[in-house]
């Protein structure tokens, strides 16, 4: 069971879009759309940020918007702020009734 | 509001059994999955198994020979056991509810456990 591929670092001015991509498999990504999303900052525990590709819990700005193309996924940020800085990792569901995590990826605002 | 708590030994000796426990309040335990996730100091988030309130799980396939979940539904709680412990275990463990067995949408604080000789 490999990890889901992400980027380990990303960075952008306030204001501005990023986009982080998380690539798995025809058995992960590829075949489920189970794709969600945390959000941790340090010392934290991590925060459900997107679920189900594209849905946004109650309360998560949307600035925030997740898509998937094939086996790849991927979390947009527009309107960059301060405190969108934090560590994001992706996580899908891997078949049999198991899941995956991304390696992380650390979000900079210049 | 879901609110889980983690709890048990912060330092494990080697080769023993980690423990940990995780209490959930704000809803009953006898709905949704419920998961443990660990994370390494440093590195990245690992998933480590769930646990229905039927007392169903599954691991990862990685662990499974050492892992073991299970569930009291009268303390609305839920446990890991991990046999075997070396360093590579140490990690933050977190507990979290595992919705549909597809997201995790409410997580514990999360508890530090070191495993030294």
């Known amino acids: 069971q490999s990890a889901l591929t992400q980027p380990r670092s990303v960075s952008g001015s306030p204001g501005q879009s990023v986009t982080i991509s998380c690539t798995g498999t025809s058995s992960n990504i590829g075949v489920y759309d189970y794709v969600s999303w945390y959000q941790q900052h340090p010392v934290k525990a991590p925060k459900l940020m997107i679920y189900?590709?594209?849905k946004r819990p109650s309360g998560v700005p949307d600035r925030f918007s997740g898509s998937k193309s094939g086996n790849t996924a991927s979390l947009t940020i527009s309107g960059l702020q301060a405190e969108d800085e934090a560590d994001y990792y992706c996580c899908s569901f891997a078949g049999s009734y198991t899941m995956v995590f991304g390696g992380g990826t650390k979000l900079t605002v210049l | 509001q879901v609110q889980l708590q983690e709890s048990g030994p912060g330092l494990v000796k080697t080769s023993e059994t980690l423990s940990l426990t995780c209490t959930v309040s704000g809803d009953s335990i006898s709905s949704y999955y419920w998961s443990w996730i660990r994370q390494p100091p440093g590195k990245g988030l690992e998933w480590i198994g769930y646990?229905?309130?039927?007392?169903?799980?599954n691991y990862n396939p990685s662990l499974k020979s050492r892992v073991t979940i299970s569930v009291d539904t009268s303390k609305n709680q839920f446990s890991l056991k991990l046999t075997s412990v070396t360093a590579a275990d140490t990690a933050v463990y977190y507990c979290?509810?595992?919705?549909?067995?597809?997201?995790?949408?409410?997580w514990g604080q999360g508890i530090l456990v070191t495993v030294s000789s």
């Open positions: 189900d590709v594209t």
């Open positions: 646990i229905y309130s039927s007392g169903s799980t």
């Open positions: 979290a509810r595992d919705a549909y067995n597809t997201h995790f949408d409410f």
